[in-house]
């Protein structure tokens, strides 16, 4: 089982990035997928989810109406675009999800003033 998150990077305020999580391993459709995010001294928080067929999602307050959960089950992958990107989003972003709730690595997101 592997998920591989990518697409984090160095972005100015206001900007935009879009995360993916490529999954492998499991029967990625059957599952809800979540995106949390997590910064030096915090725990890790809840950004997002997505439901196995999409059609249910969830946003932290943080990120309502700025981030997009979605996923493409025939590549096996979830993503975020995040846009309005603010200096407080900057963290560590996981994706999480399978019948063992599985991690991947992190991509660091920072956003610059």
């Known amino acids: 089982v592997q998920l591989v998150e990518s697409g984090g990077g160095l972005v100015q305020s206001g900007g935009s990035l879009r995360l993916s999580c490529a999954a492998s391993?499991?029967?990625?459709?059957?599952?809800?997928m979540r995106w949390y995010r997590q910064t030096p001294g915090k725990e890790r928080e809840l950004v997002a989810t997505?439901?196995?067929?999409?059609?249910?999602?969830y946003y932290a307050d943080s990120v309502k109406g700025r981030f997009t959960v979605s996923r493409d089950n025939a590549k096996n992958t979830v993503y975020l675009q995040m846009n309005s990107l603010k200096t407080e989003d900057t963290a560590v972003y996981y994706c999480?999800?399978?019948?063992?709730?599985?991690w991947g690595q992190g991509t660091q997101v920072t956003v610059s003033s």
């Open positions: 999480n999800g399978g019948p063992r709730s599985y």
């Open positions: 391993g499991f029967t990625f459709s059957s599952y809800a």
């Open positions: 997505i439901g196995g067929t999409g059609g249910s999602t």
